[in-house]
């Protein structure tokens, strides 16, 4: 199989790492991710990765906490669940650098786009952690902004069902689902699969998006290759 993109960035939820348990870390999800995440690599593919942070912190969680509290706490799971995916992807013998919007220097390097892309340049894989470092903006905008920033050719969100479905297939048997939308398609009717903010952004900056399910065989290198699966959108 030949990639049919140089360089993309992979939408993980936080939710996919936790498997079946919903909490926390699955080993054995990770090190089926982490096993495609580095035969793309081996392809030649730079590879960008933003990581949710749903498995350990979503939203308030039933509390009266402010918003902005709840949301830097979500942006400190988000590291956690990218330094996890570093160690795995490192265990396979791939370098990897986590640059993340919050100084954390003691634990990642701060985000430069520059030095990002130098090390693309160099063979490594970067997770970019923390959102876009500021409350009010999902990790959807932060993928689209980090796919924006370095030239992504696609990006990839991978998803806990197989595309974009005009209703929920999980309640309803009779849902249809698209093999192409455009981003108008998406604020229009008002789909929710990724937010305004980010198809806003991939939009105006000519960048397609790829929402696939994370459980189907192989799904992210197929992806990269160019197979037909899931549904894509784009800006016509």
Request: aromatic share 6%; with cysteine.
């Amino acid at each position: 199989m030949q990639p049919k993109y140089k360089r993309i960035l992979l939408k993980l939820s936080g939710e996919a790492l936790a498997g079946d348990q919903r909490f926390g870390l699955n080993q054995d999800v990770i090190a089926g991710v982490v096993d495609e995440i580095v035969k793309v690599h081996n392809m030649g593919v730079q590879v960008g990765l933003v990581i949710g942070g749903g498995n350990f912190w979503r939203g308030r969680q039933g509390t009266k906490m402010e918003r902005v509290t709840a949301d830097h706490m979500g942006m400190l799971a988000t590291v956690m669940n990218s330094l996890a995916m570093m160690d795995a992807i490192e265990q396979r013998g791939v370098p990897v650098r986590v640059q993340t919007a919050l100084n954390m220097i003691s634990l990642a390097e701060p985000f430069i786009l520059r030095k990002a892309i130098r090390h693309f340049e160099e063979g490594r894989i970067v997770i970019f952690a923390c959102g876009t470092g500021n409350p009010f903006c999902s990790t959807d905008t932060a993928a689209a902004l980090r796919a924006c920033e370095i030239s992504a050719d696609i990006l990839l969100m991978a998803k806990n069902v197989d595309g974009i479905y005009d209703s929920d297939p999980k309640t309803n048997p009779h849902a249809k689902k698209y093999e192409k939308l455009t981003y108008s398609d998406i604020i229009n009717q008002q789909l929710k699969v990724i937010d305004f903010t980010a198809a806003t952004m991939c939009m105006e900056n000519n960048i397609p998006t790829l929402a696939f399910g994370l459980d189907e065989p192989d799904s992210i290198v197929r992806a990269v290759c160019g197979d037909t699966l899931g549904t894509v959108i784009t800006v016509k």
